[in-house]
């Protein structure tokens, strides 16, 4: 079963839409951000990073957004699947003590 | 490629048994990880090595030894085991590190009870 979290901030959207999925970091030294998703019963899953010189990447469906400003990421996934359904989490690496710091999730639920 | 493999996938201990949870990878990774996950929690570090034959403490190390003989696998042990350290257990291995240069892959997890 899930064991991520209980009361996780669920995203529920219809087949087909646009999801995005916010993440607020805190620390203003983070160099480098990192996307998971996360199955039920299932390790997480690397999906895309994007490192602080950058403010978007893009990859197949996905693309992630740096707002260093107010701290702040997002994940954007084009065409929800059913299968995209999962925990989203980031996860941030303070520099220059290279500590990574990983978010609680945030659950995708998506419907037909 | 198998990736990240972790065994046992389940496991129940009585308080004060031992166990040991293994963790191989076959992507050649120097950098190696272990992680604890609990509700309501992000990933939690346990330990971490930087190549094989060093280790190193994380977050929360209390409780846990780890070791590194080989490059491709990463051990880490409960010497007497407490309810406390019920938990899901994962492994994860990078090829640069540790942490801020590449994303880490991780196993599917172990998941511990200790009554």
């Known amino acids: 079963g899930e064991s991520v979290g209980l009361h996780l901030p669920t995203l529920s959207v219809q087949e087909g839409d646009n999801s995005i999925i916010n993440c607020a970091y805190s620390?203003?030294?983070?160099?480098?951000f990192i996307w998971y998703k996360q199955e039920s019963g299932k390790g997480p899953q690397f999906i895309i990073d994007i490192r602080s010189n950058m403010d978007k990447r893009q990859g197949q469906r996905v693309t992630v957004l740096l707002n260093k400003t107010v701290k702040h990421l997002s994940l954007q996934i084009a065409a929800t699947q059913p299968g995209d359904s999962a925990v989203y989490f980031c996860?941030?690496?303070?520099?220059?003590?290279?500590?990574?710091?990983f978010g609680t999730g945030t659950r995708l639920q998506v419907f037909p | 490629n198998a990736g990240v493999t972790q065994t046992p996938k389940f496991r129940v201990l009585k308080t004060g048994q031992s166990m040991t949870l293994l963790c191989a990878q076959d992507m050649n990774h120097e950098y190696m990880y272990w992680y604890r996950q609990d509700p309501g929690m992000g990933l939690r570090l346990i330990h971490y090595?930087?190549?094989?034959?060093?280790?190193a403490k994380g977050e929360v190390p209390d409780g846990y030894n780890v070791s590194r003989l080989k490059k491709q696998n990463f051990l880490l042990g409960l010497e007497s085991a407490a309810p406390s350290q019920t938990s899901v257990y994962f492994c994860a291995s990078s090829y640069f590190g540790p942490f801020g240069s590449s994303p880490l892959h991780f196993g599917n997890g172990t998941r511990l009870t200790v009554t």
């Open positions: 996860a941030e690496n303070i520099s220059p003590t290279d500590k990574l710091i």
């Open positions: 090595s930087v190549g094989e034959g060093t280790t």
């Open positions: 620390n203003s030294a983070s160099d480098y």
